[in-house]
């Protein structure tokens, strides 16, 4: 769609505040920290409630949690997360919890853990997403209803440009996007049973890739249109279906390749510093991507895929991946991309193999793609003053 | 719109069906009168297929759909059909034995894909989770996306199938049209009684 | 060996929701993937389930798999091969 208009650009939609909770730990600044240091949340678990087989995969630890919410038996683990994340967010930013604030949360699958699981411990009302997106509005405060996002593997960055959109009509001043999923026999039986779990830590985009590591993680995001310093701006955005296969992605990268010339175009073709891919490590997703680049002519870029550190977090990904990358923005550090050693997509890519010195970071295209055959596209950039 | 066992278009009634049948009956029976040929059909779960047949219909009274007809869909139950059926697949006795046509359909927005895949539309995609249908929401986010210029037409409503409850509510929103696009439109159109 | 390719275009109809296709439509040597039957990736997944479940066979390789499942008559001969 060419020649499309944003809004009121004087009053663009701002990320001000972010908190991820992962099994690094929790704050974005310690994770951030373990990224750069190589510290990967993928490891190697035997968890017979899960699966037959040996796992690598990534799980957040709750002995992180403020001990109360920990013990506290009204509410279910991934619930537990998603408190603790917006508690903990909206106590850094004083964000208002009154009804000039939106709240999305993107999930894929919720507390499905919970179906037909004899031990589950909770009624199975509760694995209804709007059950317990209520649950947690109770919890936090919220007058405006907490709003589910429920779109495969792209939800997190979705939910992030739904809510820029939102507030960009007017309707909203401030948002809050929670992002998170929870590790299940339910998820975990489904993947391997599409032969797309590794069995080894992931390698995205490395020739011998073979699959990806399935992680937990909650991660959220604090959204303003107030100007403020030291924050960042989607700039542009795309989302467009392939409209070729529920779970193979296009061949032609389709749908991405549309996505990523969108978002181009409405952020004004800015130079792009980085770029944070989805970069599963299947064979598929990553040769798409690959191929969707390079039809868009950013095969130059600096390039990382996250999910070597933390997995693929599903619903929380979009969000948890933008979030570094925005770190990224503001301490002037690119983020290797853990586990690549040798090129091997259609398309050779420019992976970014070690951290380098600190150097100006402006601007940076997220992507991200889902089954259903779902696509997005998002450009940020700092606002004011970098480096 | 598809309410239990009977279907409308435009507030024409499509089919009626016996409402003791089964969902997976009044489903077939409703592509077979359809007259189209879409193996691939077969394949999709109850909400894909109850998405596809209301499409299907909808866009005999349009025509086809411009390909950046977005696609904004909700429900309170995601993809209950196949959630249960993949849950039932792995905790049974025997041993897990999950299947992977199940398992593609245990999220809401393959529905949408499948409609993209159908009818070839390359576009905006997203699924929101509701208690009940939400007007208040979808219209205005619907109206943002016409304006902003981010697609030529909307496909929205809601889309909530279950083994007990079929209530789909399903129309398209462009820059012209016989009625407005608005929360008390769309409100009366979904709360009609139908013999 | 028929009996064995009738069974198993029975479970394939079954298995991948082939509703509009009889055994009989089935012959024995019509390419299951690309022209012919026209299967997809998600089909050829289930067709591993399918081995796994109703024969034993456990099929990890997706290369071998291209091979096994070019038409019922090669998957047959393989489930003969194969059997447990």
């Known amino acids: ?387 | ?195 | 060996m028929s009996e064995l390719t009738q069974e198993l275009k029975a479970k394939i109809i079954n298995q991948l929701n082939l509703e509009d296709l009889s055994v009989d439509d089935l012959d024995d040597n019509t390419p299951l993937f690309g022209e012919g039957l026209g299967l997809d990736s998600i089909d050829a997944l289930e067709l591993i389930v399918m081995l796994d479940k109703s024969y034993g066979i456990k099929l990890s390789d997706p290369k071998e798999g291209r091979n096994v499942f070019k038409t019922i008559q090669t998957m047959a001969d393989f489930i003969e091969a194969n059997r447990k």
């Not at chain 2, 069906?17 to 089964?22: E, K, Q, T």
């Not at chain 2, 009956?25 to 007259?35: I, K, N, P, T, V």
């Not at chain 2, 879409?38 to 909400?47: E, I, N, S, T, V």
């Not at chain 2, 219909?57 to 950046?68: E, F, H, I, S, W």
């Open chain 1, 1 to 387: 769609m060419e020649g499309k208009t944003r809004i009121d650009m004087s009053r663009d939609v701002l990320i001000a505040g972010d908190y991820l909770i992962t099994p690094l730990g929790a704050g974005t600044a310690l994770n951030f920290r373990k990224v750069m240091e190589g510290e990967s949340a993928v490891k190697q678990a035997y968890l017979p409630e899960m699966a037959e087989h040996p796992l690598f995969l990534a799980r957040i630890d709750e002995g992180l949690l403020p001990p109360l919410l920990r013990d506290d038996e009204r509410y279910t683990r991934l619930e537990k997360f998603f408190i603790a994340a917006l508690e903990a967010l909206i106590a850094e930013h004083d964000i208002p919890k009154d009804g000039r604030t939106l709240v999305l949360l993107s999930t894929t699958k919720g507390n499905i853990s919970l179906l037909n699981n004899p031990r589950g411990g909770f009624p199975e009302e509760r694995i209804y997403l709007s059950t317990m997106a209520e649950v947690i509005r109770r919890r936090i405060g919220f007058e405006n209803p907490v709003i589910p996002l429920s779109n495969a593997c792209i939800s997190g960055a979705l939910a992030l440009t739904v809510a820029g959109q939102l507030m960009q009509s007017g309707r909203y001043e401030y948002a809050v996007v929670v992002g998170g999923d929870e590790i299940s026999r339910f998820i975990v039986s489904g993947f391997h049973a599409f032969q797309a779990l590794a069995d080894a830590p992931c390698r995205p985009f490395d020739r011998d890739r073979n699959g990806l590591n399935l992680g937990e993680a909650v991660a959220a995001a604090y959204l303003t249109r107030i100007p403020k310093p030291d924050t960042v701006r989607i700039l542009g955005t795309g989302s467009f279906n392939d409209a070729n296969h529920i779970s193979g992605p296009s061949r032609t990268g389709e749908g991405l390749y549309r996505s990523i010339r969108a978002a181009m175009a409405e952020a004004d073709s800015p130079a792009i510093d980085f770029i944070s891919a989805h970069g599963t490590a299947t064979r598929y997703n990553d040769d798409m991507e690959s191929i969707a680049l390079h039809r868009c002519g950013l095969t130059a870029v600096p390039l990382h895929s996250l999910k070597g550190y933390y997995g693929h977090t599903l619903g929380a990904s979009g969000l948890l991946e933008t979030i570094l990358g925005i770190h990224s923005l503001k301490t002037g550090r690119l983020i290797p991309s853990l586990g690549f050693v040798q090129e091997g997509t259609t398309h050779p890519l420019n992976i970014i193999r070690q951290a380098t010195a600190e150097r100006p970071l402006r601007t940076f295209l997220k992507t991200a793609s889902g089954f259903g055959g779902c696509n997005i596209a998002t450009v940020f950039q700092q606002t004011g003053q970098h480096g």
């Open chain 2, 1 to 195: 719109m598809i309410r239990e066992r009977s279907i409308y278009i435009d507030g024409a009634r499509f089919l009626s069906a016996d409402p003791h049948s089964s969902l997976g009956e009044f489903l077939r029976s409703a592509y077979r009168m359809l007259e189209t040929d879409y193996p691939k059909f077969h394949k999709m779960d109850g909400l894909c297929k109850a998405v596809f047949i209301a499409v299907e219909l909808m866009t005999r009274q349009t025509g086809p759909l411009p390909t950046d007809t977005a696609l904004i869909f909700s429900n309170r139950s995601s993809s209950f059909l196949a959630d249960h059926k993949h849950a039932s697949d792995i905790f049974r006795p025997d041993g897990v034995v999950a299947s992977p046509a199940t398992f593609v359909y245990t999220l809401p927005n393959i529905a949408m894909g499948e409609i993209s895949i159908r009818h070839q539309l390359h576009s905006e995609n997203v699924f929101f989770i509701f208690d009940s249908y939400n007007p208040e929401f979808l219209a205005p986010y619907v109206n943002t996306l016409l304006h902003a210029g981010r697609a030529e037409r909307v496909i929205s409503g809601w889309t909530e199938v279950t083994e007990e409850r079929c209530d789909l509510f399903l129309c398209v929103a462009g820059a012209k049209g016989p009625a407005p696009h608005t929360i008390e439109h769309l409100k009366r159109l979904y709360d009609k009684e139908h013999e």
